[in-house]
């Protein structure tokens, strides 16, 4: 009697933990599409127009269930030997030890650290940006993510947009005198906007998974 009544609350409270657990959203690993993603800047000139570029090669990986914005992460490296400003003589400055001195400092890198919801369909995502051998905490506002489609070529993409400005001598890029006028002739501030595009793997049906649905759906139609 008394194994009875024992074998029985064990099993109330089993099935109450199974109840009330709350379930567990795995995070699905993406890998960052570098042929649609691309980090662009812009930068005042003389403080009478904008030098706008961007860095055209762009990999890295991220996660998220699906659901809950605080479950992305975020790891994305920059090829800063990819900066491109649209003139060659330029560009080639851009690498030199005045900016960027990419033969010492090749990539650029960020590595999110939290992601907190910011209003509906954004976000904001704070980590560390090493650049130029330093490192400083930043925080992007991201719009995003969308919803995941299908690519039709087995895999499952989604997107986003993450815009920051930063202060380009926070990370050592010093160069730039000062105008006749007492303007800069390169501004310090520095608007950055993230293009992003994410892919995984389709989920791959079980082979005869269709038929099986669609046996299951006609035996059901046939009970009614």
Do not use: C, W
């Amino acid at each position: 009697m008394l194994g009875s009544v024992r074998n029985a609350f064990i099993g109330t409270v089993a099935f109450g933990v199974m109840v009330g657990s709350p379930t567990v959203v795995q995070a699905a690993d993406y890998t960052l599409d570098p042929y649609h993603s691309k980090a662009e800047f812009s930068v005042r000139h003389m403080m009478i127009s904008n030098v706008s570029g961007e860095f055209a090669k762009v990999t890295g990986t991220a996660q998220y269930d699906g659901k809950d914005v605080k479950s992305i992460k975020v790891d994305a490296t920059i090829d800063a030997n990819s900066i491109d400003t649209g003139n060659e003589d330029r560009d080639k400055h851009l690498r030199n030890k005045d900016f960027f001195d990419t033969e010492k400092y090749p990539t650029i890198k960020f590595v999110s650290k939290s992601a907190k919801p910011a209003g509906k369909g954004q976000f904001k995502l704070t980590g560390d940006l090493t650049m130029h051998g330093v490192t400083k905490p930043v925080t992007l506002d991201v719009e995003g993510p969308t919803p995941e489609i299908n690519d039709k070529h087995g895999n499952m993409k989604l997107g986003a947009e993450a815009k920051t400005v930063i202060n380009r001598k926070d990370f050592g890029i010093s160069y730039g005198g000062l105008m006749d006028n007492g303007g800069a002739a390169v501004s310090d501030e520095v608007k950055i906007t993230l293009n992003i595009e994410l892919a995984r793997p389709a989920e791959k049906k079980a082979e005869g998974s269709d038929k099986k649905t669609e046996g299951a759906e006609k035996k059901a139609q046939a009970t009614k």
